[in-house]
């Protein structure tokens, strides 16, 4: 993560995917997920695996 900002938008959203949930509302940060930043979060939580 290079930052906090990044760390609140892509972070939640690779715990919840390791969970199993989808995040359903975006929380007001100072940057919004792109479709970029959101498929490489998606392959980031894909790699580490599900959270047991």
Partial sequence: MQSLDTLI???????????????????DAKIQPTRFGLEAAHRFAQALGPLA
Avoid: L, N, Q
């Fill in 9 to 27: 938008c892509y972070g939640k959203r690779i715990a919840a995917w390791r969970m199993g949930f989808e995040v359903e509302h975006h929380r």
